[in-house]
């Protein structure tokens, strides 16, 4: 393009295009689907949107921009949420990740627990307040890792040949099994490309991905993971009643809302107005549904427990459901024990869908079980319990492989599998294979210079 008018729109083009390389995004086509962008891509491609504004004095809110992002991508972020604010703009981003509260002027730390259990402010100040503040966030910010002292021995191999899905170049790759091997790199270099295209079709493989459940807004955690069958039977049972009457969805619904606890009026041109029914007052069951009781609670009582609380309920006593504490347990596993069982599922994140969805595949018969970043969503302290989770699906003999950024979870595998050296065209390519301990002490790779970093020493 040539022509002196043309030279203010070529530096605003170099601009922007320079700001899909600096956040890491250098990977993505011109052309490629907005709807096929991950969250964590959509969300730093709205940012380098901003970025090019002239707008100053405006409030800015991002929602977990680390998400999918590998160490070396988040530094890159954080250069831009600091350009953001020297532009004159305030900036505020709900994050987990240390390396971006690091950066943060003012930290508001939220709890002290989660759900109910939270809601509290438990701290407001600098980033020293809160490592002296005694808060959950506060005493884990400086977490550091350390290397296993010794790792399991693989009981086979997953072998992948010649994998050429997206950006991946002919990659040749044997996957240990009966382990915990971890899948690494920068964003865009092709980890889930290898794992979804290579090792998830096949059977035997209990793949675990944020992607969307299904069901409507009528949908919960109950009845999702099967919990409010043997909920219902109890009920039923304890009341010489049919189950069909516990279910909002059935003969039990509330008949002016038809269970659904609200009540949506379409204005045309305007957006749908819900409003909560005024006869179930929200409770989605009718009258005499709601007489009915099982362990001193009703039905819509039962349903509005966190999953901590209804586990002990149906674990001891008159109230005691084995099916139903079995499954409440391992929601409480994957770290899930503050969402209520009757939750819309609309209002779950996109880590929360990914860990109930795993709370589920628990009991499935797959010998190889394939997460997509199970961190993501969750609070430094969680990641300990998540850990734990992992480390009894191998022990009880099942093949688990991580696609994660989390170097605490690197720190904890048996292998590692790092991807890269770059995204993109520049990545897809195996550059390492081998132990955490390898990994750290060879820092040949982005992957290992950052879990060295991480690592105790």
């Known amino acids: 393009v040539e022509g002196s008018g043309a030279a203010p729109l070529l530096d605003a083009l170099r601009d922007t295009l320079d700001s899909f390389v600096d956040i890491g995004l250098g990977y993505l086509s011109l052309d490629r689907p907005s709807g096929t962008l991950s969250g964590g891509e959509a969300q730093r491609t709205k940012m380098i949107r901003h970025l090019g504004s002239s707008l100053t004095d405006v409030t800015y809110v991002f929602d977990e921009p680390s998400i999918g992002l590998h160490p070396h991508d988040i530094e890159r972020m954080n250069a831009l949420l600091l350009r953001l604010r020297d532009k004159g703009n305030t900036v505020l981003v709900v994050e987990h990740k240390p390396e971006t509260i690091a950066i943060a002027d003012h930290v508001v730390d939220l709890g002290p627990g989660a759900g109910g259990a939270g809601g509290e402010i438990c701290f407001s100040g600098d980033l020293d307040g809160l490592r002296a503040s005694g808060t959950i966030t506060g005493r884990h910010l400086d977490d550091r890792a350390r290397l296993k002292e010794s790792i399991r021995t693989p009981s086979g191999t997953f072998e992948v040949r010649g994998a050429s899905t997206n950006n991946l170049d002919s990659v040749d790759v044997d996957i240990p099994l009966g382990v915990l091997c971890v899948i690494t790199g920068v964003a865009g270099s092709g980890k889930s490309s290898l794992v979804h295209g290579s090792v998830s079709p096949h059977d035997d493989v209990v793949t675990v991905d944020q992607g969307a459940i299904k069901g409507s807004r009528r949908s919960n955690p109950a009845t999702y993971t099967g919990l409010l069958e043997p909920i219902r039977k109890a009920f039923a049972k304890a009341n010489g009643v049919k189950p069909a009457l516990f279910s909002a969805n059935s003969e039990g619904a509330c008949p002016t809302c038809n269970g659904a606890g609200m009540i949506y009026t379409d204005l045309g041109v305007m957006a749908t107005v819900a409003t909560v029914c005024g006869d179930c007052e929200g409770k989605r069951f009718g009258a005499e549904v709601l007489g009915y009781t099982f362990g001193g609670r009703n039905i819509a009582e039962v349903l509005d427990m966190a999953v901590t609380d209804a586990r002990d309920f149906f674990s001891v006593g008159d109230a005691k459901v084995a099916a139903a504490a079995k499954l409440l347990e391992r929601l409480d596993d994957v770290g899930l024990g503050y969402i209520r069982l009757g939750q819309p599922l609309t209002?779950?994140?996109?880590?929360?869908?990914?860990?109930?969805?795993?709370?589920?595949?628990?009991?499935?018969?797959?010998?190889?079980?394939?997460?997509?970043?199970?961190?993501?969503?969750?609070?430094?302290?969680?990641?300990?319990?998540?850990?734990?989770?992992?480390?009894?699906?191998?022990?009880?003999?099942?093949?688990v492989i991580v696609i994660e950024h989390h170097q605490a979870v690197m720190a904890h595998a048996d292998w590692i599998i790092d991807i890269g050296p770059g995204a993109g065209h520049d990545g897809g390519r195996v550059v390492f294979e081998g132990t955490p301990a390898e990994l750290v002490a060879s820092a040949a790779t982005l992957t290992g210079e950052h879990l060295a970093r991480y690592v105790a020493p």
């Open 347 to 399: 209002t779950l994140s996109g880590g929360e869908r990914q860990r109930l969805k795993l709370a589920v595949s628990m009991a499935d018969a797959g010998g190889i079980y394939v997460l997509d970043e199970p961190t993501t969503g969750l609070h430094l302290a969680d990641v300990e319990q998540l850990l734990a989770l992992l480390d009894r699906l191998v022990d009880s003999g099942k093949s």
